[in-house]
């Protein structure tokens, strides 16, 4: 399967978003985190879809300073557009 990193084709600066659904924060190995995405981590922050959910909205509501170079989405409707394109790149479970 092929990567999908963080910020869309071709972005450089973020983790990849492969598998992401049920994926501890900040625990892809070799990917230098923040300290704001460490200590989300650090307080349990998972990805599941309704954390995902407020983070792609809000991030900020989620993780307190964090160095992604993005605001959220209003639209709940391109929320749930983003969600179910990531989830595209989560091996289905039993596979
Ligand atoms: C819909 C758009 C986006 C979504 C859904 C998204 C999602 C995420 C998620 C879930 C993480 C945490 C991953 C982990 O814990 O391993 C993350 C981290 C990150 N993303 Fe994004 N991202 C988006 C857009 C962007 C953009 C536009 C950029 C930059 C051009 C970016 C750069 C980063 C960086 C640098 C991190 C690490 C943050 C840190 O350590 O504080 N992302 N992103």
Same mark, same amino acid.
């Given at each position: 399967?092929?990567? @999908?990193?963080?910020?869309?084709?071709?972005? #450089?600066?973020? +983790?990849?978003?492969?598998? @992401?659904?049920?994926? +501890?924060?900040?625990?892809?190995?070799?990917?230098?985190?923040?300290?704001?995405?460490?200590?989300?981590?650090?307080?349990?922050?998972?990805?599941?879809?309704? *954390? @995902?959910? #407020?983070?792609? *909205? #809000?991030?900020?509501s989620v993780v307190n300073g964090s160095n992604?170079a993005f605001t959220g989405l209003r639209s709940?409707?391109?929320?749930?557009?983003?969600?179910?394109?990531?989830?595209?790149?989560?091996?289905?479970?039993?596979q």
């Amino acid at each position: 399967m092929r990567q @999908l990193p963080c910020g869309g084709e071709g972005a #450089k600066s973020g +983790p990849h978003l492969n598998d @992401l659904i049920g994926r +501890p924060a900040a625990s892809l190995e070799g990917f230098s985190y923040s300290d704001g995405m460490l200590e989300a981590a650090e307080a349990g922050v998972v990805w599941d879809l309704e *954390t @995902l959910s #407020k983070f792609i *909205t #809000k991030p900020r509501s989620v993780v307190n300073g964090s160095n992604m170079a993005f605001t959220g989405l209003r639209s709940p409707e391109d929320v749930a557009n983003v969600i179910a394109y990531i989830a595209s790149f989560s091996t289905p479970p039993g596979q």
